[in-house]
Nanobody, 119 residues
Framework: QVQLVESGGGLVQAGGSLRLSCAAS????????IGWFRQAPGKEREFVAS????????NYADSVKGRFTISRDSAKNTVYLQMNSLKPEDTAHYYC????????????WGQGTQVTVSS
């Protein structure tokens, strides 16, 4: 069993930055893909970024490419999402999730953290 805990959300002005953290407990992220998703009020949840724990391969949604960076710290068993040049449309509840490599089912989810970007 993997427990995921997000932190780092908050209120920021447009153009500002935030760094979200996703810490795993119970087990390590070994052999897994870790992803960040977000959901704004009245909208469907959408993929933001992912990283493979073993090889570090990253993927990003087009809407965040060049602004967001996903990274990992093996020693801390934590995945980060550095968000720069934030826009009001980035306002959402951000979740981290984990799935096994090769299996397209995100089976572990955190409770999420709120990011609000004011204009």
């Amino acid at each position: 069993q993997v427990q995921l805990v997000e932190s780092g959300g908050g209120l920021v002005q447009a153009g500002g930055s935030l760094r979200l953290s996703c810490a795993a407990s119970g087990r390590t992220f070994s052999g897994r893909i870790i992803g960040w998703f977000r959901q704004a009020p009245g909208k469907e949840r959408e993929f933001v970024a992912s990283i493979s724990w073993s090889g570090g391969t990253t993927n990003y949604a087009d809407s965040v490419k060049g602004r967001f960076t996903i990274s990992r710290d093996s020693a801390k068993n934590t995945v980060y999402l550095q968000m720069n040049s934030l826009k009001p449309e980035d306002t959402a509840h951000y979740y981290c999730a984990a799935r096994r490599q090769g299996i397209n089912n995100w089976d572990y989810w955190g409770q999420g953290t709120q990011v609000t970007v004011s204009s």
